[in-house]
């Protein structure tokens, strides 16, 4: 981090390693002597959250844009009927997020009782 982005922050390189790059709160960081059961439960659940969070955040954001889409149409059906398909299809897309993580977790989960 170059000198002048540390004074404007207030922080040195050394602080900012120990108290916000934290790398037990990632996968590797967290392993170190663990079993390859846990190892394995880790990294999926590192990957299926950040696929959750990235795909939830764009589904909303699709809500968002749908919305302005639909309130700055002004009367012109054409927009309208457009907004509203950005509105569903992002309703879907949220609820079809939604329903994979419940299945994935789930199979994960099962997978790793059975083995167990």
């Known amino acids: ?37 846990t190892k394995i439960n ?3 659940g ?10 939830g955040s764009v589904a909303v954001l699709m809500l968002i844009v749908g919305g302005i889409r639909y309130i700055s149409s002004l009367g012109n059906q054409e927009a309208m009927e457009g907004a509203k398909k950005t509105i569903k299809f992002a309703a879907i897309g949220l609820f079809a997020v939604i329903l994979a993580y419940a299945v994935v977790t789930n199979v994960i989960d099962l997978i790793f009782r059975a083995t167990t």
């Not at 390693?17 to 002597?33: M, S, T």
């Not at 590192?46 to 795909?55: E, R």
Request: hydrophobic share 45%.
């Open 1 to 37: 981090m170059p000198f002048w982005v540390a004074d404007a922050f207030g922080i040195s390189v050394t602080d900012f390693e120990h108290e916000v790059y934290r790398p037990e709160n990632l996968p590797a960081g967290r392993l170190g002597d663990a079993t390859p059961e």
């Open 42 to 44: 880790d990294i999926l």
């Open 46 to 55: 590192f990957a299926t959250d950040l696929i959750l969070y990235a795909s």
